[in-house]
């Protein structure tokens, strides 16, 4: 039980706080960086010592610098035991009501979409974990790479420790260690501190462990290709359109809407157009 839900005790005596909450975590701040990819930090809790038995999983989506989405849930393990208890407080009262891997798996799986890379503290843990409770449930293992923020820390900063509430205490970072939320959010800042010092320009070169991503120059570069793409497609499936009554306006989307389903392509954002006779 969370301590904000027990009892204080006082000179031997003990008295019920039901009222008292858990103090708001206060993080170091994280300024926009534009140049930095999309990732997801992830971190299991496991109900026994097989990788399919995830009893917990926490998600935290970081766009540009910010962390823009956070989810934590509870899952009911393959097996009605938990041996792990007394490490992260989780008994099998608590999830034996909750949904199973491959039922929660698809509310979560879109957090994933568009990241560049995933990150965990001792990822090959976590890396397992999701492998095994895919492969169980019959479901697709993510290609996305994974970045060990336990190799990113000793490389980095070349602590002798290098577990998460050592990484953790190093850099400011609030910990409940063992709570997969409070895991993942510390993995994701951990992940940010080091992209805001080795990263000062978009033209400084990512440290190794992120050697497999495109530079931030290259990451912008392709951005800005992929818009002008965007933007010629446009105007391609505009130009075969067929032309309104001169005079009228009408918004682009809309003139290209019939070659835009014909091609496949994306649905484009409205962008007002007046045809005006020449």
């Known amino acids: 039980m969370p301590f904000w839900q027990g009892k204080f005790s006082l000179r031997g005596g003990r008295f019920p706080l039901p009222y008292l909450t858990p103090p708001k975590p206060s993080f170091p701040p994280t300024p926009p ?6 990732f997801v930090a992830i971190d299991f809790e496991t109900a026994d010592r097989y990788n399919d038995s995830a009893c917990a999983i926490a998600l935290v989506r970081v766009e540009a610098g910010q962390v823009v989405h956070r989810e ?29 891997f491959g039922q929660l798996w698809p509310d979560l799986a879109p957090l994933l979409e568009g990241a560049h890379f995933l990150t965990a503290h001792n990822a090959p843990f976590d890396r397992g ?8 449930a019959k479901l697709m293992v993510p290609d996305t ?23 953790s205490q190093r850099l400011g970072i609030p910990l409940k260690h063992h709570d997969p939320l409070s895991d993942a959010e510390a993995c994701a800042h951990i992940v940010l501190a080091a992209l805001r010092e ?16 495109p530079s931030a120059a290259q990451h912008l570069r392709l951005q800005r290709e992929a818009q002008a793409a965007r933007q010629q497609q446009l105007a391609r499936a505009a130009a075969q359109a067929p032309q309104p ?14 070659c835009v389903e014909e091609q496949g392509l994306e649905q484009p954002a409205r962008l007002p157009v007046r045809l005006d006779q020449s």
């Open 33 to 38: 960086l534009p140049h930095v990819p999309t």
């Open 129 to 136: 974990v999701l492998a095994a409770c895919l492969d169980a």
């Open 72 to 100: 934590k849930r509870l899952i009911r393990p393959p097996r009605p035991e938990v041996h792990f208890t007394e490490v992260h407080g989780i008994t099998w009262e608590d999830v034996e009501d909750q949904p199973t």
């Open 198 to 213: 080795a990263k000062s320009s978009p033209e400084t070169p990512l440290p190794e462990p992120f050697a497999f991503l």
């Open 245 to 258: 009554p001169v005079g009228e306006t009408i918004s682009a989307d809309v003139l290209a809407a019939p």
């Open 145 to 167: 790479p994974f970045i060990c923020t336990v190799t990113l820390s000793r490389k980095l900063w070349g602590q002798r420790h290098n577990r998460l509430n050592d990484v």
